[in-house]
């Protein structure tokens, strides 16, 4: 069974880099048929997409974060991760890791990790 | 920018038929959008229900299905229980790998 765990400080300074990393196990992170892909949770609030990558590095971002969002991927260890620079306040939220299923015929969001709460504040 | 709207809040009754909606805030949801749909309760990881705008997932109860209604996508639960009550989530594929979530509705069932 595929699972997916967030990992990374639960606490971030204002104007500082938020880092996030996503151990996958239970499957490889180097399908050709999925991306894998970050979500976040404001407290009270929806989901808003991040951003997803492939294994081979390729990338898709949020345009309203784009200019702050890294992911990257490191398929030997399995693993995925995401850094966020100058944060606020307004991204303090719970982040989830999610296997992004690209086919025409599965395409959505199959698997999601728990999710690890990540406040900004000084 | 384009929005992806669904509706703050719905009703239904035990027993009761609810549909909820996931529309765009200019143009037409269409199965290029791909539209799938989540549950989620507080304070839990988000569960899928539907994918490629009709497809249940794995162990979904055939009570929920997805469509296409008129110029939205649609997700109908039928015979809601308790354990219906949560928030629901659309997302759409914008295309050039781009996904955009809808705000959620709120569903009560009483």
């Known amino acids: 069974q595929l699972q997916l765990q967030e990992s990374g400080p639960g606490l971030v300074k204002p104007s500082e880099t938020l880092s996030l990393t996503c151990t996958v196990s239970?499957?490889?992170?180097?399908?050709?048929?999925?991306?894998w892909g970050w979500i976040r949770q404001p407290p009270g609030k929806g989901l808003e997409w991040i951003g997803s990558i492939f294994y081979s590095g390729s990338t898709y971002y949020n345009p309203s974060l784009k200019s702050r969002v890294t992911i990257s991927v490191d398929t030997s260890k399995n693993q995925f991760s995401l850094t966020l620079s100058s944060v606020t306040a307004a991204d303090t939220a719970v982040y989830y890791c999610?296997?992004?299923?690209?086919?025409?015929?599965?395409?959505?969001?199959?698997?999601w990790g728990q999710g690890t709460l990540v406040t900004v504040s000084s | 920018q384009t929005v992806v709207t669904q509706e703050p809040s719905f009703s239904v009754s035990p027993g009761g038929t609810v549909t909820l909606t996931c529309g765009l805030s200019s143009g037409s949801v269409s199965t290029s959008y791909y539209p799938s749909w989540y549950q989620q309760t507080p304070g839990q990881t988000p569960r899928t229900l539907i994918y490629?705008?009709?497809t249940r997932s794995s162990g979904v109860p055939d009570r929920f299905s997805g469509s296409i209604l008129g110029n939205k996508a649609a997700l109908n639960i039928t015979g809601a229980q308790a354990d219906d009550e949560s928030d629901y989530y659309c997302?759409?594929?914008?295309?050039?790998?781009?996904?955009?979530f809808g705000g959620g509705t709120k569903l009560t069932v009483l």
């Open positions: 999610a296997r992004e299923c690209s086919g025409s015929s599965c395409k959505s969001f199959d698997y």
């Open positions: 997302v759409l594929y914008m295309g050039s790998g781009i996904w955009m």
């Open positions: 239970g499957g490889s992170i180097s399908s050709s048929n999925y991306y």
């Open positions: 490629s705008t009709n």
